[in-house]
């Protein structure tokens, strides 16, 4: 990612993009982006007693779902716009479990071509090093 690219898709842009692209059930997550980076990006999911399960434990499904939306919008900050993508692959590791609290999400570009891109999300609690979750995905670009 360039400098101007950096400039031209930040955080801004990819809030402005979780409301207008996104289905609503996917707003209701709160996602809130917080850092672009030359490869990846890092975002926080606030504490919502609503993703829980029982135990306290943030479930499974929406560890898969926010992975799946902070990799496209970071890989629209890479590429300094959005570019329809369909999600080709994701494999999902739980270490340790996520307890109910704020959660952050690190996203790091693995590959990004000109057809296909993979990347990586990492998942903490708020203020710990140690990673509860993690995924892998790959995309498909779609317009060409």
């Not at 799946?68 to 959005?82: I, Y």
Request: proline share 3%; glycine share 10%.
């Amino acid at each position: 990612m360039t400098e101007s690219d950096e400039q031209s898709f930040g955080v801004p842009e990819m809030q402005a993009l979780l409301t207008e692209m996104f289905a609503p059930w996917i707003q209701l997550l709160q996602i809130k982006p917080i850092e672009v980076t030359t490869q990846g990006g890092r975002f926080e999911l606030p504490e919502n007693a609503d993703l829980s399960r029982e135990g306290g434990i943030i479930c499974g499904q929406v560890v898969a779902a926010v992975a799946d939306t902070v990799g496209v919008l970071c890989l629209s900050a890479h590429n300094g716009r959005f570019r329809q993508v369909t999600t080709v692959d994701m494999t999902t590791h739980f270490l340790r479990p996520l307890m109910k609290g704020a959660v952050e999400a690190e996203v790091t570009i693995l590959s990004n071509g000109r057809r296909m891109a993979t990347l990586r999300v990492d998942f903490r609690q708020t203020g710990k090093d140690r990673i509860c979750a993690g995924a892998t995905c790959a995309y498909a670009y779609l317009d060409g």
